[in-house]
């Protein structure tokens, strides 16, 4: 076995906090505190280590003897002003916040709208690429609910059978999400389950 | 009898092979082994079991050969006469009766033996004086008046046996003849005493044979012997066998002595000095030393190993004899047999020896034609010369004993036969050492030409006081002289010619030469041999030359054929086998006894060569194409239909942009067109139950704003949240804003900022600093959620502040007029989530919404991405109300009937996704029909 120290370690925490959940217990509770206490710290800190990481790579990018990356140039610099604006103002001040919504959000919002126009070119497209059944279906669940979503169907008085019928419709993304939750729920469990029976060692490297 | 089976490959063999018949090994051994019985004739055994050597043994008690006078057979009683000699006077009385069947047997007068029963027939019928010559046969007539004149003048120069030396006197005994055997080794026998087997041992002085011959010279049968001879134990426990061994070596030297008995015949000259006794040559070898030169070699076997048979040879003897070896004379003749004793009496001085002498009766008869001297000047002259006593053959024998040394110059060989003066002249002309002799004389004779005597010697090797001549090897023996020992030798004296008279040799000595007794001896017309004697030498003589045909082919003894000379055997060997094949080829071409090869490799072939491959039916064979092709098919990409140009792709994808950019800035510039659903702002809507929330919130209620979502998407959760958080100005709420997302900070603020502005649809004034805090970004997930959403105790007074201790911006801090009242999470009235990822709704519906335990309604505001998945979450009730995209709050904004930035995007929202179906829509017609004519036009071309 590797790192069987370690692998202890996480299995009687695990325990112990899984135990906090169930037993209401002070002394449980606050040992239970005190762990999330370190484990933010050392995700905190692990962001920072994040942070470090990139600039080195990009660094290490900018600096090789051929092939200079000149976007990790401007990243570099990027992140020096903004994290000397940042030391400098703070934060909360008007104009590091600025910077940060004039640049940021513009540019993100940007991409979501060249992403609006690539999904429509390749609706458009799709016909042409792949011919099948799947394509066939997919191009019509796109139309349906981007007219449902318009509010195109919604908004007119279609009777009552139509209308029960579009919100019949409505409610099957409702049941896909509602599968995609229980899926993720049950594998979060057995995750869980697996690192407390050792079966799963990620820390173990 | 069984087959032989050679101990080399172990294959069987005839009984009577010497060889063996596949590997030429040889089948017997050299000298048979004790317990194969070959050393000892049968009967030997039968002597054995008769009680003659048990009763006999050597021991002293046993009489002393020399002691006293030898009985005569008449003087022996019947019943201490030995059962050998009984035997042989039995078996001699038979013979007797055989040969008076025979009618031309010869008659020998009675009165010259003293006692004629005791005599044996054959010579107690010879006539002494030849007055009845006409019994005797016609060979043996010529043969006397022909000895007789020829040996008158012959001088024999002999000077080694001097007439003044003693002969020691024979002693009666059983045993006698062999004890005087061995004094014929020339040792003066010291001790009477001694066990008659003592005869062995010889002056240690005398050289060996290996010293005595070259090495290159030394025969290799002699070696062999040589070898036996010096293993032969000397031991007095090993007696009993010592004298059969002595025997054996004494056989081994008889070519030896036989060549020493040819040189001592006179090459073509007279001898000087005449065998004064008349004896035959080889008695006389017996019992004279040659007179070769006392520096001479001596006798090649060393006396010391040897057996004492050999060493008691006399011509061996005497041929080794150092200077200082007393002569012959001097010898006692301690166990020779009577008639032996008696002719070397007759031979030596007669006159000197002592009347009365013991010797046998018959050999006393000898003795006494052969005794007495006739010329005193030359006693040996005269001895021969007036040897009409003796028979006429055995004065031939006596006058062709030919002189030990060179003859005398002028002595010619007009009497001597050529084949017999070849014999004299290689002899005396090459003066070869006597050393080299016994190689020479077995080149001479071979086995086959050995007398029969001789060779019967070695088989039937005769135990102590056994006479040498009697016995047989089926125990049938007579007498000395049976009819097989006896009609050889005497046989090979009938066909000398008439003029070789003068040197007729002994019987065996020529029979050395086959072809010269057949050109020296033939019979004299008118002869006719006794039948007895005839049926003999034509069977001596023939069964050489022709084997097999009705004549019993002459075999040599085992051990006898074993000591033949290499070359006998080999050159027999070399006939029979391939080994004369002579290579025709290659780099041993010319050479003889080469293995052959080409026959061995011929017999090989190329091994057959089996295919490899795999023999399938055309069945097995399709299918197995099939398989491969289905595989094959399996892993094979179906490649993408090649664009057919890049050009309309560019027109199409800026044709949409242009169109889609087109439509939503023409749908920004008028006013709305297009009217909100009416469920969107129906009661019990989404929009409505949010709406409700917010509207019973107290005044100055504490709100905790969630902000996590991205920038990028933070146009359309601006354009859903601005409403929920302008009427939460409206209601005086203590904005305390939080986010999980890095720029969630800087989000926030822009948010209240937006919300505060009047150009947003602000009614109210709303001073964010002072009604509102920012607590910044919390670090570390869900984790942190955990630790926000701790309860209150002793130990975590403020769970808020612990988890963001140093808020971003909040008038006061945690004890600001904000932040002074909250400590938990419960303390917020109500907890609004601005999310666009259901990652972060998720995170917060499960760590917080639990600590919130129903008393803080959970309000959610996503994007219309998110919504989907987090409206499980508001139907399972752990979300109070939901707002969702620019519909939710183009809806609020109509519920609060406040336009604002919804109401201005839901124009070109509506115009966007119209545009975008119709053309997802056009886009699948189109390429549905090219697709169909495209199929069209294919069948077309294939039916054209």
Same mark, same amino acid.
Request: with cysteine; net charge negative; proline share 10%.
């Given at each position: 076995?590797r790192?069987?120290i370690?692998?202890?370690?996480?299995?009687?925490?695990?325990l112990?906090?899984l135990l906090?959940?169930?037993?209401p217990?002070?002394?449980i509770?606050?040992?239970?505190g005190?762990?999330?206490g370190?484990?933010v710290i050392?995700a905190?800190?692990?962001?920072?280590?994040?942070?470090?990481?990139?600039? %080195?790579?990009?660094w290490r990018?900018a600096t &090789?003897p051929?092939?200079?990356? /000149?976007? *990790?140039? #401007?990243v570099i +610099?990027a992140?020096?002003?903004?994290?000397a604006?940042?030391v400098?103002f703070?934060?909360?001040?008007?104009?590091?916040q600025?910077?940060?919504?004039?640049?940021?959000?513009?540019?993100?919002?940007s991409?979501?709208?060249v992403?609006a126009?690539t999904l429509?070119?390749a609706g458009?497209?799709?016909?042409?690429r792949?011919?099948?059944? %799947?394509?066939?279906v997919?191009m019509?669940? &796109?139309l349906?609910?981007?007219? /449902?979503a *318009?509010? #195109?169907?919604? +908004?007119a008085?279609?009777?009552?059978?139509?209308q029960?019928?579009?919100?019949?419709v409505?409610?099957?993304?409702?049941?896909?999400?509602?599968?995609?939750?229980?899926g993720?729920?049950?594998?979060?469990?057995t995750?869980?389950l697996?690192v407390?029976?050792?079966?799963?060692r990620?820390y173990?490297? | 009898?069984?087959?032989?089976?050679?101990?080399?490959c172990?294959?069987?063999?005839p009984?009577?092979?010497e060889?063996?018949?596949?590997?030429q090994a040889?089948?017997?051994?050299?000298?048979?082994?004790?317990s194969?019985?070959g050393?000892?004739?049968d009967?030997?055994?039968?002597l054995?079991d008769?009680?003659?050597?048990?009763?006999?043994?050597?021991a002293?008690?046993?009489?002393?050969?020399?002691?006293?006078?030898?009985?005569?057979?008449g003087?022996?009683?019947e019943?201490?006469?030995?059962d050998?000699l009984?035997?042989?006077?039995?078996?001699?009385?038979v013979?007797?009766?055989?040969l008076?069947?025979?009618?031309s047997?010869p008659?020998?007068?009675?009165?010259l033996?003293?006692?004629?029963?005791?005599?044996?027939d054959?010579?107690r019928d010879?006539?002494l004086?030849?007055s009845?010559?006409?019994?005797?046969p016609?060979?043996?007539?010529?043969?006397?008046?022909?000895?007789?004149e020829?040996?008158?003048p012959?001088?024999f120069?002999?000077p080694?046996?001097?007439?003044?030396q003693?002969v020691?006197?024979?002693?009666d005994g059983?045993?006698?003849?062999?004890?005087?055997?061995?004094?014929?080794d020339?040792?003066?026998?010291?001790?009477?005493?001694l066990?008659?087997?003592?005869?062995?041992?010889?002056?240690?002085?005398?050289?060996?044979?290996?010293?005595?011959?070259?090495?290159?010279?030394?025969?290799?049968?002699?070696?062999s012997?040589?070898?036996e001879t010096t293993?032969?134990p000397?031991?007095a426990?090993?007696?009993?066998?010592d004298w059969?061994?002595?025997?054996e070596?004494?056989?081994a030297?008889?070519p030896?002595?036989i060549?020493?008995?040819?040189?001592?015949i006179?090459?073509?000259?007279p001898?000087e000095?005449e065998?004064?006794?008349g004896?035959?040559?080889?008695l006389h070898?017996?019992e004279?030393p040659?007179s070769a030169?006392a520096?001479?070699?001596s006798?090649?076997?060393?006396?010391?190993?040897?057996p004492?048979?050999?060493?008691?040879?006399p011509?061996?003897?005497?041929?080794?004899?150092?200077?200082?070896t007393?002569?012959?004379?001097?010898?006692?003749?301690a166990?020779?047999?009577?008639?032996?004793d008696?002719?070397?009496?007759a031979?030596?001085?007669?006159e000197?020896?002592?009347?009365?002498?013991?010797t046998?009766?018959?050999?006393k008869?000898?003795?006494?034609f052969?005794?007495p001297?006739?010329?005193p000047?030359?006693?040996r002259?005269?001895a021969?010369?007036?040897?009409?006593s003796?028979?006429?053959w055995?004065?031939d024998f006596g006058?062709?004993?030919?002189?030990?040394?060179?003859?005398?110059?002028g002595?010619t060989?007009?009497?001597?036969?050529?084949?017999?003066t070849?014999?004299?002249?290689?002899?005396?002309a090459?003066?070869?050492?006597v050393?080299?002799?016994?190689?020479?004389?077995?080149?001479?004779?071979?086995?086959e030409?050995?007398p029969?005597?001789?060779?019967?010697?070695?088989?039937?090797?005769?135990?102590?006081g056994?006479?040498a001549?009697a016995?047989?090897?089926?125990?049938?023996?007579?007498?000395?002289?049976?009819?097989?020992?006896?009609?050889?030798?005497?046989?090979?004296?009938e066909?000398?010619p008439?003029?070789?008279?003068?040197?007729?040799?002994?019987?065996?000595?020529?029979?050395?030469?086959?072809?010269?007794?057949?050109?020296?001896?033939?019979?004299a017309?008118?002869?006719q041999l006794p039948?007895?004697?005839?049926?003999?030498p034509s069977?001596?003589?023939?069964?050489?030359?022709e084997?097999g045909?009705?004549?019993e082919?002459?075999?040599?003894?085992?051990?006898?054929?074993?000591?033949?000379?290499?070359?006998?055997?080999?050159?027999s060997?070399?006939?029979?086998?391939?080994?004369?094949?002579?290579?025709?080829?290659?780099p041993?071409?010319?050479?003889?006894?080469?293995?052959?090869?080409?026959e061995?490799?011929t017999?090989y072939?190329?091994p057959?060569i089996?295919?490899?491959?795999?023999?399938?039916?055309d069945?097995q064979?399709?299918?197995?194409?099939l398989?491969?092709?289905?595989?094959?098919?399996e892993?094979?990409?179906?490649?993408?239909?090649?664009?057919?140009?890049q050009a309309?792709?560019?027109?199409i994808?800026?044709?949409?942009?242009v169109?889609?950019?087109?439509?939503?800035?023409?749908?920004?510039?008028v006013?709305?067109?297009?009217?909100?659903?009416k469920?969107q702002?129906?009661v019990g809507s989404a929009?409505?139950?949010?709406?409700?929330?917010?509207?019973?919130?107290?005044a100055?209620?504490?709100?905790l704003?969630?902000?996590?979502?991205?920038?990028?998407?933070s146009g359309e959760?601006?354009?859903?949240?601005?409403?929920?958080?302008?009427h939460?100005?409206?209601r005086?709420?203590r904005?305390?804003?939080v986010?999980?997302q890095?720029?969630?900070?800087?989000l926030?603020?822009?948010?209240l900022?937006d919300?505060a502005?009047?150009?947003?649809?602000s009614?109210?004034?709303?001073?964010?600093?002072?009604?509102s805090?920012?607590?910044?970004?919390?670090?570390?997930?869900?984790?942190?959620l955990?630790?926000?959403?701790?309860?209150?105790?002793?130990?975590?007074?403020r769970?808020?502040q612990?988890?963001?201790?140093?808020?971003?911006?909040?008038?006061?801090g945690?004890?600001?007029?904000?932040?002074?009242?909250l400590?938990q999470?419960?303390?917020f009235?109500?907890v609004?989530?601005l999310t666009?990822?259901?990652?972060?709704?998720?995170?917060?519906?499960?760590?917080?919404?639990?600590?919130l335990a129903?008393?803080?309604p959970l309000l959610?505001?996503?994007?219309?991405?998110?919504a989907?998945l987090?409206?499980?979450f508001?139907s399972?009730?752990?979300?109070?109300?939901?707002l969702?995209g620019?519909?939710?709050?183009r809806a609020?904004?109509?519920?609060?009937?406040?336009?604002a930035?919804?109401?201005?995007?839901w124009?070109?929202?509506?115009?966007?996704l119209?545009?975008a179906?119709?053309?997802?829509?056009?886009?699948?017609?189109?390429?549905s029909?090219?697709?169909?004519?495209?199929?069209s036009?294919?069948?077309?071309q294939?039916k054209?």
């Open positions: 076995m790192a069987p370690a692998t202890a370690i996480a299995i009687a925490i695990a112990l906090i906090g959940y169930f037993i217990i002070p002394l509770a606050d040992v239970q005190l762990l999330l370190w484990a050392v905190g800190f692990a962001a920072l280590v994040g942070i470090i990481n990139l600039i %080195l790579v990009h990018r &090789a051929t092939n200079h990356n /000149l976007y *990790s140039v #401007l +610099a992140f020096l002003l903004t994290f604006i940042g400098w703070g934060p909360d001040d008007p104009a590091f600025q910077v940060i919504l004039a640049i940021q959000v513009p540019a993100e919002a991409l979501m709208a992403l126009v429509t070119v458009l497209r799709l016909l042409q792949r011919k099948g059944t %799947l394509a066939v997919f019509l669940s &796109a349906v609910y981007l007219l /449902l *318009s509010g #195109l169907f919604t +908004a008085d279609w009777g009552s059978p139509l029960e019928i579009f919100h019949l409505d409610r099957l993304p409702l049941a896909g999400a509602r599968g995609i939750l229980l993720i729920a049950l594998g979060s469990l995750a869980g697996r407390i029976l050792g079966a799963d990620p173990s490297g | 009898m069984a087959d032989l089976r050679c101990p080399m172990g294959k069987n063999n009984p009577q092979a060889t063996c018949q596949y590997c040889r089948l017997k051994s050299v000298t048979p082994s004790p194969e019985g050393g000892e004739a009967w030997l055994r039968d054995r008769d009680g003659v050597l048990g009763e006999q043994p050597q002293p008690a046993t009489p002393a050969p020399f002691s006293g006078q030898e009985p005569t057979p003087s022996i009683p019943g201490e006469m030995p050998w009984s035997r042989i006077r039995q078996r001699t009385s013979e007797e009766d055989a008076s069947q025979i009618g047997a008659k020998i007068e009675e009165d033996t003293t006692a004629g029963e005791e005599v044996p054959w010579l010879l006539p004086d030849g009845d010559s006409s019994s005797i016609a060979w043996m007539q010529d043969v006397r008046p022909t000895t007789e020829s040996t008158a012959t001088t120069s002999q080694a046996i001097e007439p003044e003693p020691a006197p024979a002693t059983n045993d006698a003849w062999l004890q005087s055997l061995g004094a014929w020339g040792q003066p026998q010291a001790d009477e005493a066990p008659s087997q003592d005869f062995t041992s010889l002056p240690v002085e005398e050289p060996s044979l290996a010293e005595a011959l070259p090495a290159e010279e030394t025969p290799d049968w002699l070696k012997l040589e070898a293993s032969a000397a031991s426990a090993q007696d009993d066998q059969i061994k002595a025997l070596a004494l056989s030297e008889t030896s002595t060549e020493n008995t040819i040189q001592d006179p090459p073509a000259t001898v000095n065998h004064p006794s004896l035959t040559d080889f070898t017996l004279e040659p030169p520096e001479e070699p006798l090649p076997v060393e006396a010391s190993q040897a004492s048979i050999i060493s008691d040879w011509v061996s003897a005497e041929q080794a004899a150092p200077p200082s007393p002569p012959l004379d001097h010898i006692p003749s166990g020779v047999t009577e008639w032996l008696a002719l070397e009496k031979e030596t001085t007669p000197k020896a002592p009347e009365g002498a013991p046998s009766d018959w050999l008869d000898i003795d006494a052969s005794a001297p006739a010329e000047p030359a006693p002259e005269s021969i010369a007036s040897d009409d003796g028979p006429d055995l004065r006058n062709i004993s030919p002189p030990l040394e060179t003859p005398l110059p002595q060989n007009e009497a001597v036969p050529d084949w017999l070849a014999f004299g002249s290689e002899d005396t090459e003066e070869l050492p050393e080299s002799a016994p190689s020479e004389t077995r080149d001479i004779l071979p086995a030409s050995l029969e005597w001789l060779r019967a010697i070695e088989p039937q090797q005769p135990a102590p056994t006479p001549f016995g047989s090897d089926e125990g049938k023996t007579v007498g000395p002289f049976s009819e097989e020992e006896t009609s050889t030798w005497i046989s090979s004296s066909p000398l008439a003029e070789t008279e003068a040197y007729e040799l002994p019987a065996f000595t020529v029979e050395t030469e086959e072809g010269a007794i057949e050109q020296a001896h033939p019979l017309e008118g002869e039948d007895w004697i005839a049926a003999e069977t001596a003589v023939e069964s050489s030359e084997n045909e009705g004549i082919q002459a075999q040599l003894p085992t051990w006898l054929q074993a000591m033949r000379p290499l070359e006998a055997a080999v050159q060997r070399a006939t029979s086998l391939d080994e004369e094949r002579i290579e025709k080829s290659g041993l071409a010319g050479m003889s006894g080469v293995l052959p090869g080409e061995a490799v017999q072939r190329k057959p089996y295919s490899a491959r795999l023999r399938v039916s069945k064979q399709v299918l197995a194409n398989l491969e092709t289905v595989v094959a098919e892993t094979m990409t179906q490649p993408l239909q090649a664009e057919p140009n309309p792709q560019v027109i994808r800026l044709l949409v942009g169109v889609l950019i087109a439509a939503l800035i023409l749908s920004l510039l006013k709305p067109f297009i009217g909100l659903p469920g702002t129906a929009a409505n139950q949010v709406f409700k929330q917010i509207e019973e919130l107290p100055s209620a504490p709100v704003v969630v902000v996590d979502y991205e920038a990028g998407l959760m601006k354009t859903a949240a601005l409403p929920v958080i302008q939460l100005m409206t005086k709420a904005l305390v804003m986010s999980t890095p720029v969630g900070v800087v926030a603020e822009d948010l900022k919300a502005t009047p150009d947003r649809g009614a109210i004034t709303f001073s964010v600093p002072q009604s805090a920012n607590l910044g970004y919390l670090v570390g997930g869900a984790f942190s955990r630790e926000l959403a701790a309860p209150m105790d002793a130990s975590h007074p769970p808020l612990s988890a963001l201790p140093a808020p971003l911006r909040a008038d006061g945690w004890d600001g007029l904000v932040l002074k009242s400590s999470i419960t303390d009235k109500r609004i989530l666009d990822s259901i990652e972060s709704g998720r995170n917060w519906l499960e760590q917080v919404q639990p600590a129903k008393k803080v959610v505001v996503s994007s219309a991405q998110a989907p987090l409206q499980p508001q399972s009730g752990q979300v109070n109300a939901m969702s620019l519909v939710g709050g609020y904004e109509e519920i609060t009937r406040r336009p930035a919804a109401s201005a995007y124009n070109a929202y509506q115009v966007g119209g545009i179906l119709l053309l997802i829509l056009l886009g699948g017609i189109l390429m029909l090219s697709a169909l004519f495209n199929r036009k294919k069948q077309n294939a054209g």
